[in-house]
């Protein structure tokens, strides 16, 4: 189960793509965006879609809400 991050928190990333990566979480999700950011979809909307199979979050789950998944569509390997 994903741990529900929170402003402050330290987030250590251990996936295919990163070993020991660590950032500190400095904004609640969705907010303070760059001034001009303004996304058509919402990273949920997309893994719903099917973007990338979901691959390309599929080893990095716990990093992410784990509610982007409920309707995702993923797969395990690539089409």
């Keep these: ?17 990163q070993s020991d990566y660590r950032y500190r979480l400095i904004a609640p ?18 893994l719903k879609m099917g973007i990338f199979e979901g691959k390309y979050c599929n080893d990095c789950q716990d990093e992410l809400p784990k509610d982007w998944f409920d309707t995702a569509k993923v797969s395990a390997t690539a089409d």
């Design 1 to 17: 189960m994903a741990k529900r991050y929170t402003v402050g928190d330290m987030i250590v990333v251990n996936d295919r793509m």
């Design 29 to 46: 999700l969705g907010s303070e965006f760059m001034d001009g950011f303004t996304p058509a979809l919402s990273p949920k909307e997309m």
